[in-house]
């Protein structure tokens, strides 16, 4: 699926619901689907009064194998459902305010702009991220390789741990003041943190600063961080395009 620009061609609804899957814009449950220069938009208002609807996806991405390149991602709340499989953003742009990068998949997101909006519960601390993840025997896991979080507030975590074994990592990342000293979060999850991994490689920024992190957080040293600096971490040669 090719547009012309991701600022000159949208995919747009407005749809809120209590669940993430009605809710979405787009959906992609085949396997080997790629979109280039497409933005995918839910303009839904949501937290509506008197009502549960407070989501509003703008792409439920279910499939094995899928690509995205020069794509943009726009909503208030859980903007990308990265559902399942194994899926490779590069130079994309992502907006939202809560959990806005979520979901069960094993994803790469390379050189991309994630920018974080006021939510509509000013109080609220939004999370960049909140991957779900229950055993270390699955290879799932949200990686971001180079790109920046900046936007509008200052307070924000760069994940929120849905899981025992929620899996996130930022390498080589511009970190703005919108990045909260802590960092992360566990404020959903009340399990041990022991198998949390919540990782940072090489970020540079006024909000990479370390010496605050969450305690069970880590800043991963070359050998470490290795496995996620690559497609390898998603088997991206078998099955992106071979003008990746």
Known sequence: MRGNGRGRTSIVWSQSSFDNYESATFKVEAPHFVAYGISFKNIAPTHIAHTSETKSVAAL??????????????????????????????????????????????????????????????????????????????????????????????????????????????????????????????????????NLFQAEYNCHGPGSGSSNRASWSKQLRDKEAAPFLSIDFIKGAEWLPAWF
């Open 61 to 194: 991405v279910g499939g094995d194998k899928a690509a995205f390149y020069h794509c943009a991602f726009f909503s208030n709340y859980n903007t990308l459902f990265d559902y399942k499989g194994r899926h490779y953003y590069d130079n994309c742009y992502i907006q939202g305010s809560i959990d806005f990068i979520f979901g069960h998949g094993q994803a790469m997101f390379h050189d991309c702009e994630l920018f974080v909006i006021t939510n509509w519960k000013d109080e609220i601390r939004g999370s960049v991220t909140a991957h779900h993840r229950n055993s270390h025997n699955e290879d799932t896991g949200f990686v971001f390789v180079k790109g920046k979080v900046y936007g509008t507030r200052d307070d924000v975590y760069l994940g929120r741990a849905k899981g025992a074994h929620s899996r996130v990592i930022f390498a080589n990342t511009y970190l703005s003041r919108t990045v909260i000293p802590h960092g992360w979060s566990n404020s959903s999850y009340t399990g041990s943190t022991k």
